[in-house]
């Protein structure tokens, strides 16, 4: 099993930027890649990025230059640093790790971007 446990999000003005954590527990070891979705109101959940065990990131197209997706190993804890944040970017964001023993979603945390 696996726990994820998120912080960070909250208010902030377009332009700024926030950083989300989600400290992993568990059986990591099993773990192959992690990344972050988010959910906005009335919408699907959608990819933002992603990070595999050896270090490959993958983003959305809509934040590509502007978001970073890394992890500390020696923490277990993967990282969201969200910069030029736009109204757009408001929604709920869950960081999700799969392994063997199948995908383990975080408790979501809301980031609203507005002035």
Request: net charge positive.
């Amino acid at each position: 099993q696996v726990q994820l446990v998120q912080s960070g999000g909250g208010l902030v003005q377009p332009g700024g930027s926030l950083r989300l954590s989600c400290a992993a527990s568990g059986t990591i070891f099993s773990i192959t890649y992690m990344g972050w979705y988010r959910q906005a109101p009335g919408k699907q959940r959608e990819l933002v990025a992603t990070i595999t065990s050896g270090g490959s990131t993958n983003y959305a197209d809509s934040v590509k230059g502007r978001f970073t997706i890394y992890r500390d190993n020696a923490k277990n804890t993967m990282y969201l640093q969200m910069n030029s944040l736009k109204p757009e970017d408001t929604a709920v964001y869950y960081c999700k790790g799969v392994g063997l023993g199948g995908a383990y979603w975080g408790q979501g945390t809301q980031v609203t971007v507005s002035s």
